[in-house]
């Protein structure tokens, strides 16, 4: 076996301080999350190598007896945590899976009725420049300018307006909650259908803490990642009637082979996020952001409609006179990692912007507790002040404390040490060989003491 750093040390590199940036720096972008030990072995498995085109007991390739297993497990536990009545897990992504339901109910051309992208919304939601405004005729809703919230009496005059054939119910970037039961009391008023892309809240959802789109939407997509934890990716829900038409979608419409070892990772965070715990540990996103908010606004920090209801909030950085690229800079010099992100009726490009988008997610994966966030959030504020230049050195030393304090993986670096020592046992196949069966146990119990310290 030759060792990554000896056969590819540019790409060890890469990884190495990849890793070490995660774990020196507070990661507060929204969409961001840390996966368990166990999610991320098998997406790095024998997985990687099967094609299997088709969905389970309907392959167009043989041996497939295994990761059908694997999909269907995902597909079960999928509906299981949401009560749907059909799941796809296929989709490589949210975009994937959004364009998915585009392909399986319209035709080019069609109107769409779904939310700004400059108030919120995402940019497969009709952006000019996406595919979805392209091939579809978006038209858009928005928030408010006293508020700075969806108004429902409006967005039904806009479904009135355009007569859409449907209506997309989601956000990357809006801190309140979504009244779905309105949105589909909408949809059936103007004959429309009703798709909810709750890719920011699903893990929210999963655990009841934030209602749910599922008895009201026709389609609900979202990724499988951010609050909910696990890999990369994408996934429909749909009810029974939609079933046959959103996988016929996805393959052959949209994808050919689909990515096994994903699939099989997101069936094991399904199966996380079906545990007693994953409910505390959402709470406990709910509870920083709200913390990580006030504190913010304490601080004379403006946040986009007052506050937030689930993980995310937007933050007006032009009382600081800044911009949001400067203030995302500053933040990053630091060791606070979030994004520049428009703030509703934005005078800056997106390019530019008046605001930066956080998120608990990540940071409170990372064991962050409220008390945790009051810190972060006066880090933030000295970063955004006239203090910068003169404490920056100071401002990074708290950002080391509090990492040092909430270790993220670093049971994961002395498993690689113990491989290297592993590998390089030069004294024949048995020293190996027993050095491997007791490596792999002393591993097994790291990474399971690792993730439970995590996940309290």
């Not at 803490?209 to 909910?228: E, G, R």
């Amino acid at each position: 076996m030759i060792r990554l750093k000896e056969f590819d040390p540019e790409i060890a590199e890469v990884l190495q301080k990849e890793r070490a940036r995660q774990d020196r720096k507070i990661e507060l972008i929204a969409s961001e999350n840390f996966v368990s030990p166990a999610v991320m072995q098998v997406q790095g498995s024998v997985l990687t190598n099967k094609y299997a085109e088709g969905y389970p007991g309907k392959r167009y390739y043989g041996g497939c007896e295994y990761v059908d297993v694997a999909e269907d497990l995902a597909r079960k536990r999928a509906c299981e945590l949401f009560g749907a009545d059909h799941a796809n897990v296929q989709p490589h992504s949210g975009a994937s899976a959004n364009l998915g339901v585009y392909l399986a109910c319209l035709k080019p051309g069609d109107t769409v009725l779904g939310m700004s992208l400059a108030h919120g919304g995402h940019l497969t939601h009709g952006s000019p420049v996406n595919i979805s405004g392209l091939w579809f005729n978006f038209e858009s809703y928005g928030v408010q300018p006293d508020t700075e919230t969806i108004d429902m009496d409006v967005v039904l005059e806009r479904a009135k307006e355009v007569k859409p054939k449907l209506i997309v119910a989601g956000a990357s970037a809006y801190s309140r909650v979504f009244d779905f039961k309105r949105f589909r009391e909408i949809a059936d008023e103007v004959g429309a259908l009703l798709m909810v892309d709750m890719a920011h809240i699903a893990g929210l959802v999963a655990t009841g803490l934030h209602p749910s789109p599922v008895p009201y939407a026709d389609f609900v997509t979202t990724t499988t990642h951010k609050t909910l934890r696990g890999p990369r990716g994408g996934m429909i829900l749909c009810k029974a009637e939609h079933a046959k038409k959103i996988d016929k979608a996805i393959f052959p419409g949209l994808q050919g082979g689909p990515l096994m070892h994903v699939i099989a990772a997101k069936a094991v965070a399904f199966k996380e996020a079906l545990q007693p715990e994953f409910k505390t540990y959402q709470q406990q996103v709910i509870n920083n952001a709200a913390t990580l908010a006030d504190s913010l606004s304490e601080a004379g920090l403006h946040i986009v409609s007052g506050g937030t209801d689930n993980h995310v909030m937007l933050v007006d950085v032009r009382s600081r006179n800044m911009t949001g690229k400067v203030a995302e800079a500053r933040l990053d010099e630091i060791g606070i990692t979030c994004n520049k992100n428009s703030i509703p009726f934005d005078p800056e490009s997106p390019f530019v912007t008046s605001g930066i988008r956080l998120g608990a997610p990540a940071a409170t994966t990372r064991g962050f507790k409220e008390e945790d966030m009051k810190k972060v959030a006066s880090l933030i504020d000295r970063a955004l002040s006239d203090e910068f230049d003169s404490n920056l050195a100071g401002l990074q030393a708290e950002v080391t404390a509090i990492c040092d304090a909430h270790p993220l993986y670093s049971d994961l670096k002395a498993l690689d040490d113990m491989t290297d020592k592993m590998l390089s046992a030069k004294d024949g196949f048995e020293d190996i060989k027993g050095s491997a069966f007791e490596l792999a146990n002393e591993a097994k119990d790291k990474a399971g003491e690792l993730w439970s310290r995590l996940t309290k």
